[in-house]
């Protein structure tokens, strides 16, 4: 199956300032996931997105899931040194198999 | 939620080696799932456990080298046989919520070098 494409690679911002990362798929996706990795952690789930157009909100985070459902991107607001660690939005392909983007990486400057 | 326990946690091991890692869950789970995180790179599936069936590996990835047991369905291991220093990578293991709910726990990961 084809891996959904995730940009950047890389962000670096000052504290405070926002941050977004985008996944991009060539075909529709039936939903999507992400997921937070915390420098040397594993993979933390953090939202589902299924519906078309569908927003979700978890206090400075916000997800859009793209009305063709073949993009989605996740944005932070006001980022805080918690916020490190590498997001993965992630495609379910068949009936449980997870396949995960390349990933943002995060990193804050205090 | 599913807690995960997997072990060890890390170790060196020598070339040519085999490194067999353990996971153990907190509830009866139908399938695992064995992931490889090479240095700086996203997840990649290894290969699906089922209880009582021979694991179903992804392309790329093969029974000798990766041997999976699922004895009942709270545990599981993978083995890293005759390992050189490409295998060294992160391993985790995986579940899923169940029900319905497709949210996957890992476990902390195993952090492998091969020297």
């Known amino acids: 199956g084809q891996q959904v494409m995730q940009i950047p690679q890389y962000q670096h911002v000052q504290e405070g300032e926002d941050f977004t990362t985008y996944c991009n798929s060539s075909?529709?996706?039936?939903?999507i996931q992400w997921y937070k990795q915390r420098p040397g952690g594993h993979p933390v789930f953090l939202i589902q997105?299924?519906?078309?157009?569908e927003v979700k909100k978890q206090k400075r985070l916000t997800f859009q899931f793209g009305e063709a459902k073949k993009n989605s991107s996740l944005h932070i607001t006001a980022t805080q040194t918690t916020d490190v660690g590498t997001y993965f939005c992630?495609?379910?392909?068949?009936?449980?198999?997870?396949?995960f983007g390349q990933g943002t990486r995060l990193t804050i400057n205090p | 939620s599913a807690v995960i326990s997997q072990k060890p946690s890390r170790d060196i091991c020598q070339r040519g080696t085999s490194l067999t890692i353990q996971c153990q869950v907190d509830?009866?789970?139908?399938?695992m799932f064995w992931y490889r995180q090479q240095p700086g790179q996203s997840l990649t599936l290894i290969a699906t456990?089922?209880?009582?069936?021979?694991?179903?590996?992804e392309s790329g990835f093969v029974i000798d080298k990766f041997p999976i047991s699922r004895p009942n369905l709270t545990f599981s291991t993978l083995t890293v046989s005759n390992m050189s220093p490409e295998d060294s990578s992160i391993y985790l293991c995986?579940?899923?919520?169940?029900?319905?709910?497709?949210?996957?726990?890992f476990g902390q990961g195993t952090r492998l070098t091969v020297v």
């Open positions: 995986s579940v899923e919520a169940g029900q319905g709910n497709t949210e996957a726990f």
């Open positions: 075909t529709t996706l039936s939903n």
């Open positions: 997105l299924v519906k078309s157009g």
């Open positions: 992630v495609e379910i392909q068949g009936a449980q198999k997870l396949v």
């Open positions: 509830s009866q789970v139908t399938m």
């Open positions: 456990a089922n209880q009582g069936s021979e694991a179903t590996y």
